[in-house]
Nanobody, 119 residues
Framework: QVQLVESGGGSVRTGGSLRLSCENS????????FGWFRQVPGKEREWVAA???????AYADFVKGRFTMSMSNTKNAVYLQMNNLRPDDTAVYFC?????????????WGQGTQVTVSS
């Protein structure tokens, strides 16, 4: 059983920081990768960062140098440290956890957490 619980969203001013958390509150499961995505109303969900459980994170160009993704030692939780936030970072942020690999990939999503950045 996988249940991803996100936390850490909130409202900050331009230049501020937030740290998002995504933890599996279900029974421990083996994940092959994690990702962070974001979505604003009327737009498609967009990829922010991702990592496999054995590799280094990769980032979308618009967050490189500002956001850092990390993973717990248990590989059951991921975090997104967001620095130097801008108003266009405002969105609902979702975490994603993958089990297995294509063609047997199973994807799990968190409920989302709101991040609002004001100027």
């Amino acid at each position: 059983q996988v249940q991803l619980v996100e936390s850490g969203g909130g409202s900050v001013r331009t230049g501020g920081s937030l740290r998002l958390s995504c933890e599996n509150s279900g029974t421990t499961s083996s994940f092959t990768g994690f990702g962070w995505f974001r979505q604003v109303p009327g737009k498609e969900r967009e990829w922010v960062a991702a990592t496999s459980t054995y590799g280094a994170p990769a980032y979308a160009d618009f967050v490189k140098g500002r956001f850092t993704m990390s993973m717990s030692n248990t590989k059951n939780a991921v975090y997104l440290q967001m620095n130097n936030l801008r108003p266009d970072d405002t969105a609902v942020y979702f975490c994603r956890a993958d089990q297995g690999q294509s063609p047997n990939l199973v994807i799990h999503w968190g409920q989302g957490t709101q991040v609002t950045v004001s100027s």
